[in-house]
């Protein structure tokens, strides 16, 4: 891969926006993606390995649990930093903002959130620093837009809890050291479990072939009979919005995240286009390429705009799940655009690893899919509009 000259745009000048200390983080971050990520990445995602070696760097940015309080082990950052430290993280590889938001929203988030003080002091710190990768079980082979289906049950065994089922599409499965499974009772309430690697009857097969979040490990979560300690039951909240208060929390980042990928996508295809030559003048100088980065540079800046609102209001505590759902559906799709713009922009050097895009591109269709299908955050949106769940 060529060296990493990315120029992030900023066209309506939204640094003015940001405090000295978000930019301070987020230029943190980009440096560290630069100088760790970006030589590296092509070839662990032709490989379909993540690069464990960037576990120790994404700790010391912020990347594991950004916004969990410091006494964790968190960095106690507030929103709009999390979402700078996700979109710079995306800027390098959608796969690697996998793990971090996974780490982060999916894992930390439900043990701070509704998990009692001995949970949050036995895993946070570790997860903090990465000593512990986790991951987050909700999706089935049979249920995925609609999770509350879910099969995978416990049964209350007097000391112990018995838990069968099967999870698929698992970031993080095939290394993780514990994983936060959301299965019912035997009332059919879902309730969160922490499920620690070597417990008896605990599998977790690494899912192969995939041609999209090469470097991010994905595999299944298999429960056969695994005798969870009662202790490892996360208390304070049970039910299908437990685990869609995570998801709001990881989608929120996501929406940042994508403006990372699309941002890199742009700065790139705009390089390209003042140095290739064709017909005697840069092709950046036609008519026809100057369309695509004119309206690649306005979604990217209407999706900074969309987004750094959604991060006030997610400071004050005032962010719904739906507005969440709008900015990640919003800003997903315009990433993907961008990148398959961008793509044709290079030509036939857009399909090769020399160039970040491709990649990007190929990422994208499984940032577009997971947390949410494209199709279901309309949905919700929809819902949220007319007060009718038309998904149901
Ligand atoms: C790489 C990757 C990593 C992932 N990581 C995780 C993870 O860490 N943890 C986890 O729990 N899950 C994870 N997922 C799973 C992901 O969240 C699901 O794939 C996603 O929710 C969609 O579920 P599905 O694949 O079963 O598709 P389905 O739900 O079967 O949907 C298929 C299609 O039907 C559409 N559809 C479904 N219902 C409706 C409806 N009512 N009306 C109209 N259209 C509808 C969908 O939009 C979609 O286009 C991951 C997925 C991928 C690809």
Redesign the pocket.
């Known amino acids: 891969m060529r060296p990493d000259l990315f120029q992030a745009p900023d066209y309506y000048l939204l640094d003015d926006l940001l405090t000295d200390e978000h930019k301070l983080i987020r230029d943190t971050a980009r440096a560290w993606v630069k100088r760790e990520v970006s030589p590296i990445i092509e070839d662990f995602a032709q490989r379909a390995e993540f690069p464990k070696q960037l576990i120790p760097g994404l700790a010391e940015i912020g990347g594991f649990g950004p916004y969990i309080p410091t006494e964790y082990g968190g960095a106690g950052l507030d929103q709009i930093s999390y979402g700078l430290i996700m979109q710079e993280i995306e800027r390098g590889d959608s796969g690697i903002r996998?793990t971090s938001s996974?780490q982060s929203s999916?894992v930390m988030y439900p043990i701070w959130k509704y998990g009692n003080e001995e949970q949050r002091n036995k895993y946070l710190p570790k997860l903090a620093t990465g000593e512990y990768i986790g991951?987050?079980?909700?999706?089935e082979p049979d249920?995925?837009?609609?999770?509350g289906g879910m099969l995978t049950n416990f049964k209350d065994m007097g000391d112990h809890y018995l838990l069968n089922g099967a999870?698929?599409?698992?970031?993080?499965?095939p290394f993780a050291d514990i994983a936060v499974v959301w299965a019912k009772n035997e009332e059919g309430r879902i309730h969160g479990l922490i499920v620690e690697r070597g417990m008896e009857g605990f599998t977790t097969p690494e899912t192969h072939n995939?041609w999209?979040?090469r470097a991010?490990a994905?595999g299944e979560l298999i429960f056969d009979n695994v005798k969870v300690p009662k202790e490892n039951l996360l208390p304070n909240k049970s039910g299908l919005g437990a685990p869609l208060g995570c998801l709001d929390s990881a989608r929120y980042g996501i929406a940042w995240g994508a403006i990372g990928a699309a941002m890199d996508c742009y700065d790139t295809a705009l390089r390209y286009s003042k140095e290739r030559i064709q017909f005697d003048k840069p092709i950046g100088a036609t008519q026809l390429q100057q369309k695509k980065l004119a309206e690649m540079i306005t979604e990217i800046t209407k999706a900074q705009l969309l987004t750094w609102r959604l991060g006030v209001l997610r400071n004050e505590g005032r962010a719904t799940s739906a507005q969440i759902s709008m900015a990640k559906r919003n800003n997903v799709a315009m990433a993907l655009d961008i990148a398959r713009d961008a793509r044709q922009m290079l030509g036939g050097m857009g399909i090769t690893g020399e160039y970040s895009i491709m990649r990007h591109m190929m990422n994208l269709e499984?940032v577009v899919?997971?947390?949410?299908?494209?199709?279901?955050h309309l949905?919700i949106t929809g819902m949220d509009v007319t007060g009718f769940a038309?998904?149901?």
């Open positions: 996998s996974v999916l991951c987050f079980g909700l999706t249920h995925g837009s609609n999770p999870k698929m599409w698992i970031s993080n499965a995939k999209s979040l991010s994905t499984s899919t997971y947390e949410g299908t494209h199709d279901i949905l038309a998904f149901k």
